[in-house]
């Protein structure tokens, strides 16, 4: 990221004071840096907060991203116990804690409050520029609870949080936290709640440093960079890299509903209109202009931050459509839909820069135990047959790869796309079973099997095997091609998966045709 009019090599010391001049509406940062040995206050807008951090390079000439400081891991941080402190060089809020190292000596550690607020929240310029905005999630949103450990999430017409953020599921997990989960949801309203209280007026400015309630966390881990003071024991942070272990109380599933969202024609290339936008310079904010709301949302490259829960949940977007009632009146209900198709400032109608927005989130929560859910049926399907037969079953999940432009790697409601191997041992063979997650509706592709000749051969070549998947659009590769594995077989799926139970013929009728491409059974 490179704020316009900004010198070259231009370093953080340290994020100052949020303010905003009367007459103007953009609330701002003061930012204290240094470049080819001066020491400057320079500002830039408040929603460019997740790209900022102590001791960044924020436009190198090179354009290879820096970070000050160095690399030091914390564990079994409660936050509970964290005391208020202030920045020896900004004067800014910071959090302060006494941690034990390995070797049983102790450091105390000191984050500023912006950065574990980054950490935390400040993953997309919408979350920056609006913390500031009392009572902005309950004008925004509407939650509702409804049936099976689910919640329905409407995003209000209101809302001005770009609909392309609900196709990341990162993003939209991210969300579901703050809406749904009552810890995460206080303390991010804590910041507006200070500002009102906190905020200083002058005559043509108002002035605020920035403060707020950390949510009650146990447990988390934080990977950092920053300086350790030896004389003192004191451990600086400039910048979190990454955050683990975050409790949530959520329910299983989240599903998002906005009437923005579309559905359409899978496969169609076809989006509405917008202004487009031009390669140079494609990392430039110009503070100076307004988001243009006729223009795409462009994604801005900066340094990456892992955020992940100790249990992860599923979201979904969702669209409502009218079904029949039992009494012959039409009532709604909601159905999962497809994907759709620079100023990180909010767009107004009459901007004239680009929308823009961070791709900052690496969200590592825990979501193989999600994924394996999609595969409910078919795991079924493989107990039966481990019980009912001397094999030996070892599974394994693979995510597709992004190829291209290629979307398949990613399901309809922005969750990636999974592949269950299932090797299988029967005492004179081995075989690799193959199924691929099209729970979101996408074509079906039956099973693949395998008698593998060289196990080895296989583990090397498995890559490409997903590779090819996404080339020939959620296919399995052409028969030539997979028999320098083995012998090649496949396995077609009983109609109405979801609603397949282990008594029902359909599913016995596949248990029998497995039983015979295995070898194990005739077909009867």
Same mark, same amino acid.
């Given at each position: 990221?490179?704020?316009?009019?900004?010198?070259?090599?231009?370093?953080?010391?340290?994020?100052?004071?949020?303010?905003?001049?009367?007459?103007?509406?953009?609330? $701002?940062?003061?930012?204290?840096?240094?470049?080819?040995?001066?020491?400057?206050?320079?500002?830039?807008?408040?929603?460019?907060?997740?790209?900022?951090?102590?001791?960044?390079?924020?436009?190198? &000439?090179? +354009?290879?991203?820096?970070?000050?400081?160095?690399?030091?891991?914390?564990?079994?941080?409660?936050?509970?116990?964290?005391?208020?402190?202030?920045?020896?060089?900004? +004067?800014?809020?910071?959090?302060?804690?006494?941690? @034990?190292? /390995?070797?049983?000596?102790?450091?105390?550690?000191? @984050?500023?409050?912006?950065?574990?607020?980054?950490?935390?929240?400040?993953?997309?310029? #919408?979350?920056?520029?609006?913390? @500031?905005?009392? +009572?902005?999630?309950?004008?925004?949103?509407?939650?509702?609870? *409804?049936?099976?450990?689910?919640?329905?999430?409407?995003?209000?017409?209101?809302?001005?949080?770009?609909?392309?953020?609900?196709?990341?599921?990162?993003?939209?997990?991210?969300?579901?936290?703050?809406?749904?989960?009552? $810890?995460?949801?206080? %303390? #991010?309203?804590?910041?507006?709640?200070?500002?009102?209280?906190?905020?200083?007026?002058?005559?043509?400015?108002?002035?605020?440093?920035?403060?707020? /309630?950390?949510?009650?966390?146990?447990?988390?881990?934080?990977?950092?960079?920053?300086?350790?003071?030896?004389?003192?024991?004191?451990?600086?942070?400039?910048?979190?890299? +990454?955050?683990? $272990?975050?409790?949530?109380?959520?329910?299983? *599933?989240?599903?998002?509903? &906005?009437?923005?969202?579309?559905?359409? *024609?899978?496969? %169609?290339?076809?989006? /509405?209109?917008? !202004?487009?936008?031009?390669?140079?310079?494609?990392?430039?904010?110009?503070?100076? !202009?307004?988001?243009?709301?006729?223009?795409?949302?462009?994604?801005?490259?900066?340094?990456?931050?892992?955020?992940?829960?100790?249990?992860?949940?599923?979201? =979904?977007?969702?669209?409502?459509?009218?079904?029949?009632?039992?009494?012959?009146?039409?009532?709604?209900?909601?159905?999962? @839909?497809?994907?759709?198709?620079? %100023?990180?400032?909010?767009?107004?109608?009459?901007?004239?820069?680009?929308?823009?927005?961070? /791709?900052?989130?690496?969200?590592?929560?825990?979501?193989?135990?999600?994924?394996?859910?999609?595969?409910?049926?078919?795991?079924?399907?493989?107990?039966?047959?481990?019980?009912?037969?001397?094999?030996?079953?070892?599974?394994?999940?693979?995510?597709?790869?992004?190829?291209?432009?290629?979307?398949?790697?990613?399901?309809?409601?922005?969750?990636?796309?999974?592949?269950?191997?299932?090797?299988?041992?029967?005492?004179?063979?081995?075989?690799?079973?193959?199924?691929?997650?099209?729970?979101?509706?996408?074509?079906?592709?039956?099973?693949?099997?395998?008698?593998?000749?060289?196990?080895?051969?296989?583990?090397?070549?498995?890559?490409?095997?997903?590779?090819?998947?996404?080339?020939?659009?959620?296919?399995?590769?052409?028969? $030539?091609?997979?028999?320098?594995?083995?012998?090649?077989?496949?396995?077609?799926?009983?109609?109405?998966?979801?609603?397949?139970?282990?008594?029902?013929?359909?599913?016995?009728?596949?248990?029998? =045709?497995?039983?015979?491409?295995?070898?194990?059974?005739?077909?009867?």
């Amino acid at each position: 990221m490179i704020p316009k009019g900004f010198p070259e090599k231009s370093k953080i010391i340290y994020v100052a004071n949020i303010f905003k001049f009367k007459h103007l509406k953009s609330w $701002n940062l003061e930012l204290c840096m240094t470049s080819a040995r001066q020491i400057q206050i320079l500002h830039t807008r408040l929603s460019n907060l997740p790209a900022l951090a102590k001791r960044r390079v924020i436009n190198p &000439s090179d +354009g290879q991203s820096r970070k000050g400081g160095y690399p030091f891991s914390l564990s079994h941080i409660s936050t509970s116990d964290w005391r208020v402190g202030t920045d020896s060089e900004g +004067g800014g809020n910071t959090f302060v804690f006494d941690n @034990i190292k /390995s070797n049983e000596s102790t450091v105390t550690v000191r @984050i500023p409050q912006v950065e574990f607020a980054r950490v935390l929240f400040f993953h997309n310029a #919408y979350l920056a520029r609006n913390c @500031i905005d009392q +009572g902005l999630l309950s004008r925004e949103f509407w939650i509702q609870d *409804i049936q099976d450990d689910s919640v329905l999430v409407n995003v209000l017409p209101v809302s001005s949080l770009p609909i392309k953020s609900f196709e990341n599921e990162g993003q939209r997990r991210l969300l579901a936290w703050l809406l749904i989960d009552k $810890n995460a949801r206080f %303390s #991010y309203e804590s910041i507006a709640k200070n500002f009102i209280e906190e905020v200083q007026e002058t005559e043509n400015k108002k002035t605020w440093r920035f403060g707020f /309630s950390p949510p009650r966390l146990d447990n988390i881990s934080l990977e950092t960079r920053g300086w350790m003071d030896k004389d003192t024991g004191n451990y600086y942070i400039y910048e979190i890299l +990454g955050i683990s $272990n975050i409790s949530s109380f959520l329910p299983k *599933i989240v599903r998002f509903y &906005s009437e923005k969202f579309k559905t359409g *024609i899978k496969g %169609s290339t076809k989006s /509405s209109k917008a !202004k487009s936008v031009s390669s140079a310079d494609s990392n430039i904010i110009d503070d100076q !202009k307004d988001a243009d709301i006729d223009t795409k949302l462009k994604t801005l490259d900066i340094p990456t931050t892992s955020f992940s829960f100790a249990n992860a949940i599923e979201t =979904r977007k969702v669209v409502k459509k009218r079904v029949p009632s039992t009494e012959g009146l039409e009532s709604e209900d909601y159905e999962e @839909i497809l994907e759709l198709d620079l %100023s990180a400032d909010e767009a107004t109608i009459d901007g004239t820069a680009c929308q823009s927005d961070f /791709s900052g989130l690496d969200d590592e929560s825990e979501v193989l135990e999600l994924c394996m859910q999609r595969f409910e049926a078919f795991k079924l399907l493989i107990k039966k047959l481990s019980e009912q037969h001397d094999v030996d079953c070892h599974e394994e999940l693979h995510f597709l790869p992004a190829i291209g432009r290629s979307r398949l790697h990613r399901t309809i409601d922005g969750n990636k796309r999974s592949l269950l191997e299932v090797r299988i041992e029967t005492g004179t063979s081995q075989f690799v079973v193959l199924e691929i997650d099209t729970t979101d509706n996408s074509k079906p592709i039956s099973t693949l099997i395998i008698k593998i000749n060289d196990i080895d051969y296989w583990n090397d070549h498995i890559d490409e095997l997903l590779s090819i998947v996404i080339k020939r659009s959620l296919r399995w590769p052409k028969t $030539n091609h997979l028999e320098k594995f083995g012998t090649v077989q496949t396995l077609s799926h009983p109609q109405d998966m979801l609603e397949l139970t282990e008594s029902s013929d359909d599913f016995m009728r596949w248990q029998k =045709r497995l039983d015979k491409a295995l070898g194990l059974a005739k077909y009867s």
